[in-house]
């Protein structure tokens, strides 16, 4: 008993590892000075957000793509933190502030992971994202807001919200049986003042602002 209890809790364990690894932010609320010699910041928000009430999916990583060839430089795994995030008055509006450094050229946020947690049960969401921006150089550039919403599919012919397997886990936790909606906006106005506030090194910065694109 005593084993097979070992057992699981170092699955447990090991899944979380693997779920949060990526590279760090940029910047967080104790930084006190920005490098721009070699590496610009991108800022943007991704909201989440899910009908009904059922489990909230947490993000745990989000990937960025090169859109054209840089030196040095190929598809990023960046891990999410909550350093700045607002859950929304009733918990389920996640609003995330993403920042990151990157060398100057184009790219594409691509997909956001996420997992839904209920406990013996844990699971895996992967939503596309589709928001292109193009980083100059020694700039502070803030490129849009995301919004992510998981609901429930349609009919087949929606994408699910995560993969098949485990089949049980994505089966009881809604994965399989729901989608996602994802939306690009400038909530430059809003979304600016959230990033000041959380991270103070922003105050007096020039930030740019780029209109959001898809790729």
Not at 54 to 68: C, E, N, Y
């Amino acid at each position: 008993m005593k084993r097979t209890v070992l057992f699981l809790l170092t699955l447990v364990a090991a899944s979380a590892l693997l779920t949060a690894c990526g590279t760090p932010t940029a910047l967080t609320s104790r930084t006190k000075q920005l490098d721009l010699s070699q590496k610009s910041v991108v800022l943007a928000t991704l909201q989440l957000t899910r009908e009904g009430d059922r489990k909230m999916p947490w993000p745990t990583r989000f990937q960025v793509v090169p859109l054209a060839p840089i030196a040095g430089q190929g598809s990023e795994t960046f891990a999410v933190d909550s350093d700045g995030m607002d859950y929304g008055e009733d918990g389920r509006h996640y609003l995330v502030p993403l920042r990151l450094s990157l060398p100057p050229g184009k790219y594409a946020f691509t997909q956001v992971t996420g997992e839904i947690s209920a406990f013996p049960l844990k699971g895996i969401v992967t939503a596309p994202l589709g928001l292109s921006f193009e980083l100059p150089a020694r700039s502070v550039v803030y490129v849009g807001r995301m919004n992510v919403h998981m609901r429930t599919r349609k009919d087949d012919g929606e994408p699910p919200a995560g993969a098949p397997f485990p089949i049980v886990n994505q089966s009881v936790l809604g994965i399989t049986s729901s989608t996602f909606d994802v939306s690009v906006a400038d909530e430059s106005t809003r979304d600016l003042t959230l990033f000041r506030e959380s991270f103070p090194v922003l105050e007096a910065m020039d930030i740019k602002v780029q209109p959001p694109r898809k790729p």
